[in-house]
């Protein structure tokens, strides 16, 4: 009895590493099942960050807008029906909003443009990413038309 080696695997195969196409470049069928999962997993994502890149564009619109944000009372301008020192009151507290608005405007100021950069951040990201998906999908689907 001869003792010999037999070998049962691809020429140049490497442990855990799946071969999806054959010799002559068609897809095998565990192949053809990959890359159509792949390419809709892709379209799935692509939808994903194009969404997800209008709401960062909205909410920056909204932010540069100043968003609505800020909510003030109708103002009562009937005078007449007012005492004098009702009219006092008011304009006194009038006077110390303006003043209070004065000192804080710098911190609210700081913060919102702290709130913009992180919304141009993101948003730089995503339209970053959104468009490699982009090509990476257009590159499958140019790869699977037929050469003449």
Do not use: C, F
């Not at 960062?56 to 103002?75: A, F, L, T």
């Not at 006092?88 to 700081?110: G, H, I, P």
């Amino acid at each position: 009895m001869q003792n010999y080696l037999q070998h049962y695997g691809t020429k140049g195969m490497r442990w855990g590493v799946r071969r999806y196409t054959y010799d002559d470049g068609t897809l095998t069928d565990l192949g053809k099942r990959r890359y159509k999962t792949t390419t809709a997993n892709m379209n799935t994502s692509k939808k994903i960050l194009d969404a997800s890149s209008g709401a960062v564009r909205n909410i920056k619109q909204m932010h540069d807008s100043g968003g609505g944000m800020k909510s003030r009372k109708k103002v009562n301008n009937d005078l007449r029906g007012m005492s004098d020192q009702d009219l006092k009151n008011r304009v006194n507290r009038m006077n110390l909003e303006r003043q209070y608005s004065d000192l804080t405007a710098n911190q609210v100021s700081r913060g919102r443009a702290n709130v913009g950069a992180v919304i141009d951040g993101i948003g730089g990201t995503l339209a970053i990413a959104s468009s490699a998906l982009g090509i990476a999908i257009a590159i499958r689907e140019l790869k699977k038309l037929p050469t003449k």
